[in-house]
């Protein structure tokens, strides 16, 4: 194993005092700029920054962390990202956190309205945000910046707001690439239709939005045209979702490809199974378990994997390190690796949906 560096090691190869150094990893009294980026270079180049268990030991300082995203589900979207949170929960456990989570619907407006209204007034350390509605996490995040609480976001990025890191998918891009899928998979001649989800509070969720937008950006590239139908489906009322869906397939026959905006697409799929519908080719968003059991059995094409655990683990890493280092990242916003998965790589990917 490797020797540890220690401060006076730090001290030596930056040029300055050990005294030095342990004020700018404790953020104690004044350094100059000079000093603070040679020593800044050397954390970066051996690591030691990332070493954060011994700094966080010798702090003795608690923190705590308000993790305020959608219900999760174990197997769902929402529920991998708590893994990858917990997984550094885990990681860094000699750190003295305590973490509280702050969960709301992620289809109710004022469900999430609710959950963040008492955030600010508990005074976390820190809090991080999966950001479904725009409007309610600007409202939040407003009052975070004016107590000067650090957060960062996962699965999205809100404009107007001022966090210190993000980490998800770029989805516009996303959004492009479920439109390229599409144009592959069916004929040119065949109508397309967009699903998203139907919430109470009439807003559709901030990703969806911008995936929208990349999809009609992808088909306006092309040098021919494609029909494009937009529908919605309910998550809360599966019955309901069935007559809609049903509904609107026999008044657009010639729809022969669908995207599904989230991560819902085995509920159009289970629906169309049990019609006994063959020729309409999905696709979605999100290695659930549901998604994968459809991509094994064929009801639905492709999957877009956004690498949620990775985006919960990387949130927890960020928070860490500004709490104890008070460094701000200098590359905010972090796009995850983004995989499309097929029914011929899906069992590399078994490790992940299986758990």
Same mark, same amino acid.
Request: glycine content about 12%.
């Given at each position: 194993m490797a020797k540890q560096v220690k401060i006076k090691d730090i001290a030596k190869m930056a040029g300055v005092s050990a005294g030095t150094v342990d004020r700018i990893l404790h953020n104690r009294g004044n350094v100059s700029a000079a000093s603070r980026e040679a020593v800044e270079n050397v954390l970066a180049r051996t690591g030691y920054k990332y070493n954060i268990h011994t700094s966080a030991v010798s702090l003795k300082k608690a923190y705590r962390i308000i993790i305020a995203i959608p219900t999760a589900i174990k197997g769902e979207y929402w529920g991998n990202i708590q893994r990858g949170i917990e997984h550094a929960m885990e990681e860094y456990s000699d750190v003295a956190i305590d973490f509280e989570y702050a969960y709301y619907n992620q289809f109710d407006i004022y469900s999430c309205r609710d959950s963040f209204a008492g955030i600010p007034d508990k005074n976390p350390s820190a809090v991080i945000i &999966? %950001? #479904? +509605?725009?409007?309610? #996490?600007? #409202?939040l995040c407003s009052r975070l910046d004016e107590k000067n609480i650090p957060y960062v976001f996962v699965d999205a990025v809100i404009e107007g707001t001022h966090p210190s %890191? #993000? +980490? $998800? $998918?770029?989805?516009?891009?996303? &959004? *492009? /690439? /479920? &439109? *390229?899928m599409l144009n592959l998979f069916t004929p040119r001649d065949a109508e397309l239709a967009v699903f998203g989800s139907r919430r109470t509070g009439n807003e559709r969720a901030s990703n969806s939005k911008t995936r929208m937008e990349g999809l009609k950006e992808y088909f306006g590239s092309l040098n021919y045209r494609r029909e494009i139908k937009e529908s919605k489906l309910s998550v809360l009322d599966p019955e309901e979702s069935r007559k809609d869906i049903l509904d609107f397939l026999e008044r657009n026959p010639r729809v022969k490809g669908i995207a599904v905006l989230n991560s819902r697409g085995y509920i159009l799929a289970d629906i169309l199974a049990a019609q006994q519908i063959k020729d309409i080719r999905i696709v979605t968003f999100d290695l659930t378990v549901n998604n994968s059991r459809c991509v094994e059995n064929g009801t639905l094409s492709a999957i877009i994997c956004q690498r949620p655990e990775l985006q919960g683990f990387h949130a927890v890493k960020a928070i860490i390190r500004i709490l104890l280092y008070n460094i701000p990242d200098k590359n905010i916003h972090h796009y995850m690796p983004t995989d499309i998965i097929i029914k011929e790589n899906l069992p590399v990917y078994r490790e992940i949906y299986a758990e």
């Open positions: &999966g %950001a #479904t +509605f725009a409007s309610e #996490t600007v #409202t %890191a #993000t +980490f $998800s $998918s770029d989805q516009n891009a996303c &959004g *492009r /690439i /479920i &439109g *390229r």
